[in-house]
């Protein structure tokens, strides 16, 4: 008899089994659809343009297709959902990222390899609005900060995954590597296929006096959606450039770089559990303000200082907070939206709309600048600094501005 968690308690603050299952499969979601679909190929691409499978700006585009995926699923997710149920929708697009490792072990042609990379984002996309809010809504709320952390522990579990599976899968060829990569995904997905609770969270029923405060709340939401594409401008730097800035820009060599970003990736791993462990003591939105501070002097100290430990420092929080910051986001909505389920769901897909589309522009803004600007490293950190000093002074104001609502209220 398989556990099926259709039902998992909010009354208590423990997490029974059936709470412990559906966290479990929420990590192998996160792994599959983003740890491993999105931060898996970035070690492979070396392989596929030495193995003259695509050139190198073939490679690149190929790249891009599972971001402008992403794209399509953060919109998508809901919808799809709506119409299949949480679980039903979960199932296939885990079932859809598994096959298109599969299928990219097949190198037919640039419109095959770029259907299937285009179709693993549209999928991881839609598993990152779903994931959480098909779970947490069932989780004991003094728990919630823990239960998304663990939940996209898998970001981060990819990203080290991508310096240390990567390489050892392609001492046997790059179809055994993209091969390894879909049985590892088909293993999760059968770890994870009993864990996502069988029915969508109920209905909200919400109080005239929540709908006042709900109306509130929509200023506060749309400066977190600002806030969040600012975060994306502040992290693509250090996510692009990082290991470039140690080998090549302060002349260091490629094997520290790799060491620097083998710390980012175990920083990753952690940032999750701790940023939501953190945000059950003190609040989500009081830790994603100060999340929003120390990734700004992070950046700012890529900028500033070539001193090893100051680097090193850096990478720790910026690494911490590229996985850290989701659940601090998702948690700061449900703040915002408390009691309806279905304006949480809605705003954690605008969210990640938002920061997935600034990330997009992120990549390819930062790409041309430096470009012409004669690779100018500090300048890029600078302009991401900037954006998360934007996104912390633009937290200021909203509270500034809700305390005087308040005030006249």
């Known amino acids: 008899m398989s556990a099926t968690p259709s039902a998992l308690p909010s009354t208590s603050n423990s997490l029974d089994a059936h709470a412990i299952f559906a966290t479990l499969a929420g990590l192998c979601g996160s792994l599959v659809a983003i740890g491993l679909a999105r931060f898996a190929y970035t070690p492979l691409i070396p392989s596929l343009i030495q193995a003259h499978w695509f050139t190198s700006s073939q490679a690149v585009t190929l790249g891009a297709a599972n971001f402008a995926g992403y794209l399509i699923g953060a919109l998508i997710g809901r919808p799809l959902a709506s119409a299949l149920t949480n679980r039903r929708a979960l199932r ?33 996309g839609a598993i990152m609005v779903l994931v959480a809010t098909s779970i947490l809504p069932h989780i004991p709320a003094p728990r919630r900060g823990f239960v998304s952390g663990m939940i996209f522990l898998g970001l981060g579990l990819g990203i080290a995954a991508s310096g240390t599976l990567i390489p ?33 969270p109920p209905a909200p029923v919400v109080a005239s006096h929540d709908a006042h405060a ?59 559990v701790i940023c939501g462990n953190v945000a059950d003591r003190i609040g989500f939105g009081r830790a994603y303000r100060i999340g929003l501070v120390l990734q700004g002097v992070a950046v700012a100290l890529l900028a500033l200082s070539a ?98 609502r308040a005030a006249k209220a």
């Open 92 to 124: 296939m697009l885990m079932v859809v990222v598994t096959a298109a490792f599969f299928a990219c072990a097949y190198p037919l042609s640039v419109s095959w390899f770029f259907f299937w990379r285009l179709l693993s984002g549209i999928s991881g």
């Open 214 to 272: 709900h109306g509130h709340g929509n200023l506060r939401l749309r400066v977190l959606y600002g806030q969040y594409a600012a975060n994306a401008l502040g992290l693509v730097p250090a996510m692009v450039l990082l290991v470039d800035y140690v080998a090549r820009g302060l002349g260091r060599g490629a094997a520290l770089g790799a060491n620097y970003w083998v710390l980012y990736g175990l920083a990753a791993i952690v940032g999750p």
């Open 307 to 404: 001193n090893a430990y100051v680097l090193a420092a850096a990478t720790v929080i910026l690494g911490m907070f590229t996985c850290g910051i989701v659940p601090l986001v998702l948690g700061r909505v449900h703040e915002l939206v408390p009691h309806d389920h279905v304006e949480q769901r809605a705003a954690w897909s605008r969210a990640t709309t938002a920061f997935a589309l600034f990330q997009a522009i992120g990549g390819y803004g930062y790409s041309y600048l430096f470009s012409h600007t004669h690779n100018n490293y500090a300048l890029i950190f600078a302009c991401g600094a900037t954006a998360l000093a934007f996104a912390f002074v633009a937290d200021l104001a909203v509270a500034a501005v809700a305390k005087g």
């Open 168 to 200: 050892r899968l392609l001492h046997f060829g790059l179809q055994t590597a993209w091969t390894g990569l879909g049985v590892l995904a088909l293993v999760l997905t059968a770890v994870s296929w009993f864990g996502w609770p069988s029915a969508n």
